[in-house]
DNA sequence: TGTATTTCTTAACTTAAGTGAACGATTTGT
DNA sequence: ACAAATCGTTCACTTAAGTTAAGAAATACA
């Protein structure tokens, strides 16, 4: 499991034993059940996510509803707003599945930053990465229909849709449940 | 006009002269004629944009439709997917208004940011931010009706209704010119 | 294992967006 | 200043999403 984020790493920067050591030191790696809670709305929280194994969602609670807007899997990064603006959480960030985390908290970020100026490095690539690839995802959202987001959605990210219960795919996708359940059901129409 | 850059700047990190006058001696500042387009579709451009006074949009063109996704405006900065992929563009830039822009090049951050670590660290605060930000504007499209999204934007861009022709701000919130037009008509209704 | 809860699908009806076309208003270029 | 092109609005019609409700299927959990 360790591999794997080092592996991730070397993507960006090349580390040394010592950095790696001082990673692992830090005590980030954390098993999640799913269905955990880890973040909820008006709460201030200064951590950041990275996924080793698994899946987590960001939602809202709108009227009563719960309106899923982000998944999280294998090899993605998050860094709620509220660590960032100091401010309290709009959302809610909660497991999809048992899960394997790192987590670590801005302090913690900051030290280590300090001692190892690669980091800064790395996460500003990083950033500048997730902030051009997120425009793209977004444009391709105001640029398409609910039905060619959800073909869109099944050829980039298939496992979703698997792993993934129907009501939060719907809001995802911009939509309710049951337009998703209809709209499933015309393309399958289409290809018979 | 300067002066603008750098209160901006004095918002991440502090500057001392030999830094401003690095930073001016790079000739970043442009004077944009309304029209002229900064960057088409298949060119590989490592430009990156920031907005002193003016307008510019991001569009693509679809099925030889315009689809306009995005408009940055005073002091918003702007770094195209294929400056950061090294790949050719999928998208347009063209000024909305006559404008002034400051434009740099990755090479030439590279050495800034070589001279002036600090530049680096001001990149990845602001691309963290810009990211979150991103982020919140993209939930909220999710989460909102074409009518909603029109009067959230009347709220928190009132300027760009008035500076921005309708159907690039049809396109913009994810619907069609005659959607638009029907849509402001139905408010006005609602409101006598 | 059986019951309660949640989730998914279907259906009928309502509402709003997409489409194609027409026409006046505005802007552009010469 | 004028002709041409572009833009914004309106309309009638089509298509798809929202809403409400009901029942079947899957899941949770005691």
Do not use: W
Not at 9 to 26: G, H, M, P, Q, V
Request: hydrophobic share 35%.
């Amino acid at each position: 499991m360790q591999d794997k984020l080092f592996e991730f790493i070397s993507k960006y920067i090349t580390l040394n034993e010592d950095e790696k050591n001082a990673l692992l030191s830090l005590d980030l790696f954390h098993s999640v059940k799913k269905g955990t809670v880890l973040l909820r709305e008006g709460q201030q929280s200064l951590d950041s996510y990275f996924v080793l194994k698994g899946c987590f969602r960001v939602y809202y609670i709108i009227d009563g509803e719960e309106k899923t807007t982000a998944f999280y899997t294998e090899l993605d990064a998050f860094t709620p707003h509220c660590a960032i603006n100091k401010t309290s959480s709009d959302y809610y960030v909660s497991c999809v599945e048992d899960s394997i985390l790192l987590i670590s908290n801005a302090e913690m970020s900051v030290e280590v930053n300090r001692k190892f100026p690669k980091f800064d490095i790395m996460c500003r690539m990083l950033s500048e990465e997730l902030l051009a690839k997120q425009r793209i995802d977004f444009d391709e959202f105001k640029t398409s229909s609910p039905e060619q987001r959800y073909l869109n959605l099944l050829q980039k990210r298939p496992d979703l849709i698997q792993r993934v219960p129907q009501h939060q795919l719907a809001s995802y996708l911009g939509i309710k449940p049951q337009s998703l359940s209809r709209l499933r059901a015309r393309i399958l129409e289409k290809k018979i």
